[in-house]
């Protein structure tokens, strides 16, 4: 049949070109065979609605035919084949549905198998597609491009239906869903429903039976691509290379290989290509199963999965789930979809996952990929898990975090939770619903120099922010109780670690270094090897010439720097290997969150913050939340680390750390203020969005119970360029606030943020300061410990409770040293922020976006902080021990040793150190201000400190050879000290300068002792070996029973010297209460050896410092110091400015006329002119009656009205020193009733037209007095020292001195019980005499520029104008400025007996002025330098100087690194102690280590004598060129002063009681005044003397008297001796007498033989009983000889010894000519120049008595007169000059006394004799019989004469 055409009602509904067709028909086959070509269907509705009634009828009765007819036992073939066909449908004037193919085959066969009938149905197509296009219903013209409109496309279609198996075979399938398809989907349905129900068919239920057919189905597709467009014309197309399903009975399975899915436009064309020539997509996936067998339902995809998300991406999938979503309503028409058979059944989904990787792109420059490994995700009913093998986030190429073995799950209940909420009783609920999260490594890393802020906090959180915007329909729920309750959540993490990597630059500099130090070494062992090699030749016989070694060691050299360049080369070709910055390490960590009814819903949230919390004002109107919760938490981990570089010591470590407690957490919602926009970039056609975030952060309330097994924390100047970096890189990893205030410190941004408690205990707590610059350092560091430590952190309130130590660690054998022990401590530190509101009320802080800063704030910097910022705070510290219960001995014990000394001043370095900018400045594009410090935060920091007992031990070395021990009973400190920092105005930009003051301090000591102690010595030990842990010997030197010191509050001193108000009150007050103290021979040893060892550091440190060289230069006019503040003028009023240049002004010289008229000259004429017309005023230069006290310069400067105010005020109570000689045995008591000791600072003073400083000393004793045993005794008197009572020390009225001494307050009496001489001499109780009763002593001590001068106080003080050496300077009164020491006794009452007097000789010379053999001899080599000195060139002495420094530095180099060894040796002895070659290792590096320091303290003690000496010779040169440049003025230097006004000493028997003699002493002097020339001026002067005779029955009374004194002359006045003596600057060594002079007013001398004897035998015990005159002159004579020989034998002997001990032979400074030099010194030890010596005549009045009635040596009143004695220009020694005199005088006095003795006496009349004997009986009526001598005559004997000695 052909061009068959069909019409009805004028359309044409079918148009058949070619039709043809064939059937045969058999018995058992029937079979038809049709061709169509070109068929072409129009469907119009409205003309084919009348056939359809038809059409219904027919097929009724064709189900009765088939039914009738299916028992029919034919076989059935039917072939079916349509080549271009088409059909259009039009329905209601809508698009026309149009669908086609370019062939169509179909076959049918129905077939008979045994007894079943079976029917296989084949239908195949090629070009296969449904359109909704208006255009013609043509076919596809391009196979692999999409025509928009065409809902369905297949290239090839292969169906095949058997009775069991359906097959279908889909190739180039394109299908488009679009709005538009659902539309037309819609009206199909409606057109459906409308015609079923015009012909009658009844609607058939949708159930599972007619979906899912009881056969099983096998489809396979390939080259699929499916388009989903949105209604906003922007879709998807998904590209399929291939996929298959396949079902059988309940088992579904579904395969898709080569999926990708990216965007498009259906505006353009699209060209389907193969998924591997896709590019660009949004989603890609290799392969993917889907099987399903209920209930489990399984997805795997195998091999990568990726995904490209983008924001439009995002709008497009929401635009098309809202399409369909809109779809689904219409289609079901309000009415909700009937439940399948799916969703009805409990089923569970496994989802597994290959590899994962998801892009997202946050904005045009930042791109997140999120990538997970192998994973599985399992979804049951209520429950849910997911299994990660490994995941990543990289964010713009950088891998941030990585996660191993992650594990995620979702159930309902979970035993270990309901474990921890059993244990917490503040739960309501035993369980709840469970998130379990477990990690098996969690890392996150921060490159270099990636900005990861700026990718997460702003694009990242804001594009969340705009997820939650876009996705939020109904806005946010109410946080209320009734709300569901959260999960539970547990996470556990094996191990956490977080990075920062480190700068490539400083790994490189880092590895460059180290393969410059490995090749160092590595070239030492070559020229090593070829070393050995050139001996070996040479060894052999091989002789090399020396240029063939040249050229070896040439080639060496070239080689090596070969083999660095390669291995630098190498190095740098390879990727230098990441060195993470900062790593922070925690291992097995534990979370749990448990919420619970009791903390859930807003109320109740709150509440539980508020009891958190409770320091914060609430506000009244309550506060709305963005985010609300709180949790019931527990942490725990068993390693907690912060790591920097690769040190090997960490920052944090903290080991066994368990958190328990409640946490919650509430951002506040912000005020609009307080919001800022963030602009999301979305690409066309859709529109960018804005979105709102808050600038509130999110604040943390705790209250937590913290236990720690260990933890450790260090510090170090070495790590802050390291922490400094820390802190660069962390602000690139946490975005600082958008905020344009200040940005908050980290005290204040912590109690913004934080807030509650935090209650820890920790087993041991350390802090390790490292005291080294080395970073990699781990031995030299200070360690503070805690042990067994409570520690609980409240709002700014901190608490420690526990045992307090600090150890030592260092590679020495003081490694491991406890300095500091104090147990059972309680510190409490309380903070008090000072800021402009309250400090607590943190709800009120609202940050402000940078473009809502308010108008007010445009004039000044905006800071949204401004009321909570702290300005300032003040920490409150107190430390508190008590005694423990169990262990009453433990007590704060401090261990210091000299060499741990140093660790204090590297903790000092710390503290105060100023760390250097770390990439700061333009170059680093880092110029925002530093941050501030804590340290320089403070306001003050108030101290208290209690300690019930405390004990202090200080040893020299490790060997404990000397020490001191100090044992103190209860202490308490309180004291505030205030910060103030004071601005730089010295031109620089500076930050201010940090200075700390003390306001307050009071300290009390109680019951103190002072122990020296000594390690005791054995005569065996070797004198280089020290031996360790030797017994101890402790000898008591110093006790008191109480110490109080008080600082009082600081007063202006401008303020204090105007008004007058606080100059009395001293800045610093210490009282020492009964005090005790021992100074014997050993303590002088101990202190001394001491204070050697301190000196001796001290030198070491200055010796080794660079500028020790540096000349002292004085210039001969050196300008005057002027104030950096105001200067003051006094013509302008006291305190008023005056411009700079008027110092400088008056230091120019005027013209004469206008000095005469201007100055205070002219000011002193104006005011004599003006008191003309008073009354005259006459002045005298008579002394005033009361003014007793001589003119003394050191009291006359103390004395001035221009004191500033007084620093130091010292008193002591009732002190008491105990001193005790060496050669005798009893004891000196030393004691004062009050001691005040008063420093004082004045105003400025001119000096040298320099202003220096002024500085007074005022010492007052009162109350003193001296006590000695009366007899030696035979015990120990130390082991039991008689101390003083109060009562014998206090202030008590003193009788006059009688004849007869004994107990009583005057001089003389005795202490003790027992007064007397004892019955029994073995057992002598000890007997305290007074020898001197109470008086009192004033020291007066004036320095001038010793301090600094303060600006501060030059700015509130008067400057005087500097001086002018002009006529206008005559009449100013100007203070000398001389540095002044006067020393003051007023009245003096002695009593000693011969063995006092030898004790107090002998405390004299061997114990206060005695120097030490060792000392004697340093002072020897220092004279002998001097004159090595005077011999070399000044350019020559520096080179001594380098050497010596040099050679000192190695010694001490090699001294550590011996100390180092020895400390490695004694480590791995520790491990094995049984190693005898460790033990002799042990002791030969020890015995090298003590040659070693004695080595270096000789060669210390040779540079600083060389150093002294060649600082003095310059010193001395530049005052000589000083002195010649001013004309040769000489100016006085200083002047000491000794001056008493009464003293009156008693001799007496051995006994003490009864008297010899007395002395008495009035008005002494004794002044000393040096010059600038380095002269010396001495003046004694004594204006009374008298010597009185207490023997009974003498014939002499009076002793020695001044013979006349003058009545007219005040007492005070007179002068009975003056000695004067000028001496000029030694001229090589030798000392120069310029002018001595002796004046002696005329004496009066009476002696007895018996007296004579008396004070022999008192002076000299060990020379007595003389048997006449001649043996008492010869032994006169010998004692005097024999002391003198005995004191010179001594001083030969210490010479001698300290001449056997020279210099080191080694050193290269002595010069060759060794006797020269002894010959100089010699001279000028023995020899001095006297140019001009005077003694005036004196007359004497002799009288002598013997023992005998009448004895020829007998004188009575001889005047002799001793001549004048001047000698010019000599060269003597003391000696020589005594023996001149003394040749002088004994020639002229023999003259005068035999002449006088020969003379012929006249006889007296009967009237003179009867004159005498009146004028001797007045005088017994007046002085009584005893003091009268009786007749020469008489034989009796007197009471207390004494018989003649044997």
């Not at 590899?355 to 904005?363: A, G, T």
């Not at 420690?800 to 260092?810: H, L, M, P, Q, S």
């Not at 009245?1387 to 005695?1410: F, G």
Request: net charge neutral.
């Amino acid at each position: 049949m052909d061009n068959l055409t069909l019409r009805c009602n004028s359309a044409q509904i079918l148009e058949l070109n070619i039709l043809s067709g064939s059937f045969k028909k058999d018995k058992y086959l029937r079979q038809c065979n049709l061709v169509a070509r070109r068929l072409v269907v129009s469907y119009h509705h409205h003309h084919i609605r009348q056939w359809m009634t038809l059409v219904s009828r027919l097929m009724k009765k064709e189900k009765e035919t088939t039914a009738q007819e299916s028992h029919t036992l034919f076989h059935l073939e039917l072939l079916l084949e349509i080549v271009d066909a088409s059909v259009t449908c039009y329905m209601d004037n809508s698009v026309p549905l149009r669908l086609g193919a370019i062939q169509a085959k179909y076959f049918m066969k129905k077939y008979c198998e045994g007894y079943t009938w079976t029917t296989v149905q084949d239908l195949e197509t090629k070009t296969f597609w449904v359109s909704l296009n208006n255009g013609s219903a043509s076919h596809p013209t391009d196979k692999d491009q999409h025509v928009w409109g065409t809902i369905l496309s297949m290239g090839v279609l292969i169906l095949k239906v058997e009775p069991k198996k359906l097959d279908i075979l889909v190739d180039r399938l394109q299908v488009e869903l679009t709005p538009k398809l659902g539309m037309a989907i819609l009206k199909i349905k409606n057109f459906v429903e409308s015609l079923r129900n015009e012909i009658g068919v009844a609607r058939r239920n949708s159930g599972l039976p007619d979906l899912l057919p009881t056969r099983s189905v096998v489809l396979a597709c390939a080259n699929t691509n499916v388009f989903i467009v949105s209604s906003k014309e922007v879709g998807f197309v998904f590209r399929i290379d291939s996929w298959a399903a396949e079902r059988l009975n309940e088992k579904f399975v579904c395969t898709i290989e080569n999926c990708k899915a990216s965007n498009l436009q259906p505006s353009k064309s699209y060209v389907c290509l193969p998924s591997a020539e896709i590019v660009s997509c949004c989603l890609s996936m290799e392969k993917m199963s889907y099987q399903s067998k209920l209930p489990l339902v399984t997805v795997g995809f195998n091999g990568p999965l990726s995904g490209h998300w983008t924001t439009s991406t995002h709008l497009t999938i929401i635009r098309i789930l809202e399409d369909a979503k809109q779809f689904k309503t219409s289609w079901s028409n309000g009415s909700s979809a009937p439940p399948t058979l799916l969703s009805a059944q409990k089923k569970t989904v496994e989802i597994s996952l290959e590899n994962l990787k998801i892009s997202c792109v946050l904005s045009k420059e930042n791109i997140l990929d999120i990538i997970a490994g192998s994973s599985k995700l399992i979804i049951s009913k209520n429950k849910m898990r997911i299994n990660v093998s490994a995941g990543e986030l990289v964010f713009d190429d950088q891998r941030i975090l990585t996660v191993r073995e992650l594990s995620f799950a979702r159930t309902d209940r979970d035993e270990q939770l309901n474990v921890e909420r059993e244990g917490c009783e503040r739960l309501q609920l035993r369980s709840n619903k469970a998130t379990i999260v477990d990690i098996g490594t969690f890392r996150l890393y921060f490159p270099h120099g990636y900005n990861f802020a700026d990718s997460f906090s702003e694009h990242l959180m804001g594009v969340s922010k705009w997820l939650r915007k876009v996705h939020r329909t109904n806005g946010n729920q109410p946080f209320m109780a009734e709300s569901e309750l959260p999960r539970d959540l547990r996470i556990k993490v094996g191990c956490f670690s977080m990075e920062l990597a480190d700068d490539p630059f400083e790994v490189m500099l880092r590895a460059n270094y180290e393969l410059l130090e490995d090749e160092y070494k590595e070239s030492l062992k070559r020229k090593k090897a070829l070393d050995g090699k050139i001996e070996e030749l040479k060894k052999a016989g091989q002789c090399l010439a020396p240029a063939k070694i040249e050229e070896l060691y040439r080639n060496l050299s070239q080689k090596t720097a070969e083999i660095y360049i390669l291995r630098h080369r190498q190095m740098y070709g390879t990727t230098p290997p990441s060195v993470a910055l900062f790593q922070w390490l925690v291992k097995d960590v534990e979370i749990f969150a448990m919420a619970d009814p009791s903390m859930h819903g807003k109320e109740r949230a709150i509440s539980a913050i508020r009891k958190i919390d409770s320091d914060s004002p609430w506000p009244d109107d309550g506060i709305e939340f963005n985010t609300l919760w709180c949790r019931e938490v527990r942490f725990g981990c068993s390693s907690w680390r912060y790591q920097l570089r690769d040190f090997p010591q960490p920052l944090v470590d903290i080991k066994k750390l368990v958190i328990i407690g409640r946490l919650a957490g509430a951002e506040m919602e912000a005020a609009p203020r307080a919001k800022r926009t963030y602009k999301v970039h979305i690409e066309e056609p859709w529109e960018s969005d804005v979105v709102e975030r808050s600038l509130c952060g999110l604040k943390y309330y705790h209250d937590f119970n913290c236990m720690f097994e260990y933890f450790s924390l260090a510090y170090g100047p070495c790590w802050e360029p390291v922490i400094a970096q820390c802190n660069l890189a962390i602000e690139r990893v946490n975005r600082p606030s958008k905020d344009p205030s200040p940005s908050l410190p980290f005290w204040d941004k912590s109690r913004l943020l934080f807030h509650g408690r935090i209650t820890s205990s920790i087993r041991q707590m350390t802090i390790l300061l490292h005291t080294s610059l080395d970073p990699y350092n781990t031995t030299e560091e200070m360690e503070v410990t805690w042990v067994d430590l409570l520690m609980d952190w409240t709002n700014c309130n901190f608490l420690f409770k526990g045992d307090f130590n600090i150890f030592v660690r260092t590679a020495s054998k003081y490694d491991d040293c406890r300095l500091l022990q104090m147990p059972n401590l309680k510190m409490t530190i309380a903070l008090q922020w000072l800021c402009l509101g309250d400090p607590n009320d943190h709800h009120s802080v609202m940050p402000c976006a940078p473009d809502k800063v308010p108008e007010y704030s445009m004039n000044q910097d905006h800071d949204s902080y401004r009321a909570f910022r702290s300005q300032n705070v003040i920490m409150v510290v107190s430390m508190e021990t008590k005694m423990k219960s169990r262990q009453p001995d433990l007590r704060p014990i401090t261990l210091l040793y000299g060499s741990t000394l140093k660790w204090f001043e590297n903790l000092k370095y710390i503290l105060t150190g100023v760390s250097r900018p770390i990439r700061r400045g333009r170059i680093f594009n880092n110029l925002r201000k530093r941050k501030p410090n804590l340290s320089r935060h403070y306001k003050s920091i108030r101290l208290s400190l209690s300690l019930h007992r405390y004990d202090i031990c200080y040893w020299m070395s490790y060997s404990m050879q000397r020490g001191v021990e100090l044992r103190c009973g209860a202490l308490t400190l309180s004291s505030e000290h205030n910060l103030l920092l004071v601005p730089c105005e010295d031109g620089l930009r500076r930050r201010p300068r940090a200075e700390w003051f003390i306001s307050y301090m009071n300290c009390d000591l109680n019951d103190c002792e002072v122990y020296l102690q000594a390690a005791l010595k054995d005569e065996e030990d070797p004198p280089l070996k020290i031996v360790v842990n030797k017994p101890i010997e402790k000898q008591y030197f110093l006790s008191v029973s109480r110490v109080s010191y008080g600082r009082e509050v600081s007063v202006s001193s401008a303020v204090s010297y105007i008004s007058g108000v606080g100059r009395n009150l001293p800045t610093h007050r210490l009282v020492v209460h009964d005090m005790k103290s021992a100074w014997t021979k050993s303590n002088r040893e101990m202190v001394f050896a001491l204070y050697d060892s301190l000196i001796k550091a001290k030198m070491l440190k200055e010796n080794l410092s660079p500028d020790v060289l540096n000349v002292f230069r004085t210039e001969s006019n050196p300008s005057p110091l002027k104030p950096r503040g105001r200067n003051m003028d006094p013509s302008h009023g006291l305190g008023s400015p005056i411009p700079a240049t008027t110092i400088g002004a008056s230091i120019t010289t005027p013209s004469p006329i206008t000095r005469l008229q201007s100055g205070h000259a002219a000011g002193m004429l104006k005011k004599l002119i003006a008191e003309a017309d008073s009354s005259s005023v006459v002045f005298s230069e008579d002394p005033v009656a009361d003014a007793n006290e001589p003119a003394l310069q050191g009291i006359a400067a103390c004395q001035t009205d221009d004191v500033l105010h007084n620093n130091w005020l010292i008193e002591f109570v009732n002190s008491q020193v105990l001193l005790k000689g060496c050669e005798t045995k009893g004891y000196l008591i030393l004691s004062a009733a009050i001691a005040q000791l008063l420093n004082r600072v004045h105003e400025p003073v001119w000096k040298d037209q320099t202003l220096v400083s002024k500085t007074s000393w005022i010492c007052n004793l009162e109350g003193l007095q001296y006590y000695a045993t009366v007899s030696a005794g035979s015990k120990d008197d130390l082991e039991t020292i008689m101390w003083l009572g109060v009562e014998h020390i206090g202030e008590k009225e003193v009788s006059h001195i009688l004849d007869m001494v004994g107990s009583g307050q005057s001089v003389g009496g005795v202490v003790s019980e027992t007064v007397g001489p004892s019955n029994d001499p073995d057992n002598t109780p000890i007997q305290l005499q007074r020898i001197v009763s109470r008086c009192k002593c004033d020291i007066f001590y004036v320095c001038y520029g010793d301090d600094n001068l303060d600006p501060a106080m030059l700015e509130d003080c008067y400057i005087p104008p500097p001086p002018l050496d002009d006529l206008s300077d005559i009449w100013t009164k100007r203070e000398r400025a001389v540095d002044s020491l006067t020393l003051t006794h007023h009245d003096l009452n002695i009593c000693t007996n011969s063995l006092q007097y030898a004790m107090v000789l002998d405390i004299i010379n061997n114990l206060i002025l005695y120097v030490e053999p060792h000392r004697k001899a340093l002072m020897e080599k220092r004279q002998k330098i001097r004159f090595q000195l005077q011999l070399s060139n000044i350019e020559d002495q520096k080179k001594p100087i380098q050497q010596l420094q040099n050679q000192l530095s190695l010694l001490l180099s090699q001294l550590r690194r011996l100390e180092k060894e020895s400390f490695f040796v004694n480590k791995a002895l520790l491990e094995n102690q049984s190693d005898e070659k460790l033990i002799k290792e042990i002791e030969a590096l020890e015995k090298k280590e003590s040659e070693c320091k004695e080595i270096v303290n000789n060669v210390n003690e040779e540079l600083a004598m060389l150093i002294s000496c060649v600082q003095e010779a310059q010193l001395s040169a530049n005052q000589k060129r000083v002195s010649r440049q001013s004309g040769g003025f000489v100016s006085l230097v200083r002047t000491q002063e000794i001056c008493f006004k009464h003293a009156q000493w008693r001799l007496t028997e051995t006994d003490g009681q009864l008297g010899i003699a007395d002395l008495v002493l009035s008005n002494f002097l004794y002044t000393n005044n040096s010059k600038s020339d380095d002269s010396v001026e001495h003046t004694i002067e004594l204006g009374y003397i008298s010597v009185t005779n207490l023997l009974p029955n003498q014939v002499y009374r009076e002793v020695l008297f001044p013979t006349d004194l003058n009545r007219k002359m005040p007492f005070d006045r007179q002068k009975a001796l003056r000695v004067f003596s000028r001496d000029r600057a030694p001229v090589g060594g030798i000392h120069i007498k310029e002018h001595f002079e002796i004046n002696i007013e005329p004496m009066t001398i009476a002696l007895t033989r018996q007296f004579l004897m008396k004070m022999m035998l008192f002076c000299f015990p060990e020379k007595s009983r003389p048997a006449d005159d001649e043996e008492v002159a010869s032994s006169q004579k010998t004692s005097k000889s024999g002391s003198s020989s005995h004191l010179a034998g001594k001083s030969g002997s210490s010479n001698s010894k300290s001449y056997a001990t020279p210099g080191k032979k080694g050193s290269s400074f002595y010069v060759p000519m060794e006797s020269d030099v002894e010959k100089m010194k010699q001279r000028a030890e023995q020899n001095m120049v006297f140019t001009y010596i005077k003694i005036p005549q004196v007359p004497v009045k002799v009288s002598y008595k013997g023992l005998k009635e009448k004895n020829i040596i007998d004188i009575h009143e001889f005047s002799l007169l001793i001549p004048t004695i001047e000698y010019h220009n000599v060269t003597w020694t003391w000696l020589d000059f005594l023996i001149s005199v003394r040749n002088t005088t004994k020639s002229e006095l023999v003259h005068q006394v035999l002449k006088q003795k020969l003379r012929v006496r006249r006889r007296t009349t009967a009237e003179e004799e009867q004159k005498l004997q009146q004028e001797e009986d007045k005088a017994r009526l007046l002085f009584g019989s005893q003091l009268v001598p009786g007749d020469s005559k008489s034989g009796k004997r007197g009471l207390f004469k004494s018989s003649k000695p044997k």
